[in-house]
């Protein structure tokens, strides 16, 4: 996607893009730090969560994409520690503190938890990859440029990250070779559903969040937290009735409204 030269949407529109910290405002300044932390410590997390399964996936294939899955995640983490540490002190303590997080400490609780079995793995690739995706996609050509272009490369990561998830998904339910390769089938595949979808529902975070209102009103985001969920809803939904399982509860399970 091409990056424009000025801002697309919100309070800035028409204006130039932001390229320095200087240029920002203190709010400008808090809201985008806020974004790109939380952005970074969901790759890096993922980077432990999918690390495991590099040698235990079921296919050559398998394992060959969990390490590039691994290898994405881990670049775009390092690409977003470099832009905060533009940031001076206070940037340079926050990139520093991502690198030493670990499992059980990541601000988004999806990233904490482990996957215990190949099938919770691409369950979660078909659930949380499609909301990275979104959550990237709403920075497509945003306000501060620098993030705007690494956002063309990100996004086109994370698609890829969640075709796959959605491709093993309907293998685990329509392929019996890959049944028996697994030790799996539509049943485990259901509870891996089950289990991430109340996650990526609350990886939106608030309906009604402050921050979310400001990251799209200063252009540094498209859309807001529910309009994103419901965006997410509307693209997943239908896939999983497709494949013939069912859709969980949207209220079951969740810690974030």
């Known amino acids: 996607m091409r990056v424009s ?28 730090i806020k974004i790109i932390y939380a952005l970074a410590s969901t790759e890096f997390a ?22 590039q899955i691994a290898a994405d995640e881990a670049h ?36 904490n938890v482990p996957m215990e079995s190949w099938v919770e793995v691409v369950g979660f690739c078909f ?3 499609l909301v990275a995706w979104y959550h990237l996609r709403a920075m497509e050509d945003c306000s501060y440029a620098p993030l705007a272009r690494e956002m063309t490369t990100m996004v086109g990561e994370e698609r890829f990250h969640a075709s796959f998830g959605a491709r093993r998904i309907k293998d685990l339910v329509r392929d019996p070779h890959y049944q028996d390769l697994c030790k799996a089938g539509p049943a485990e595949a259901q509870k891996a559903i089950d289990k991430w979808y109340p996650h990526a529902l609350d990886t939106f975070g608030g309906a009604h ?6 990251a799209v009103g200063y252009g540094i985001r498209k859309w807001g937290n529910e309009e994103l969920r419901q965006m997410w809803r509307k693209d997943i939904d239908p896939q999983i009735e497709k494949i013939g399982l069912v859709v969980p509860n949207a209220d079951a399970g969740r810690q974030i409204h």
């Open 5 to 32: 030269r000025s801002v697309q949407w919100g309070s800035l529109t028409g204006m130039r893009k932001v390229e320095t910290p200087e240029q920002m405002t203190d709010e400008y300044r808090t809201t985008l």
């Open 46 to 67: 993922s980077v432990e969560q999918h690390q495991p399964w590099i040698n235990q996936a079921p296919t050559a294939e398998d394992r060959f994409i969990q390490a």
């Open 76 to 111: 775009q983490g390092f690409i977003d520690c470099r832009m905060l540490r533009h940031f001076g002190p206070d940037g340079e303590e926050m990139a520093d503190r991502l690198l030493s997080l670990r499992m059980g400490q990541h601000p988004i609780a999806a990233f």
């Open 127 to 129: 659930c949380m990859d």
């Open 209 to 214: 969040s402050k921050f979310s209102e400001l």
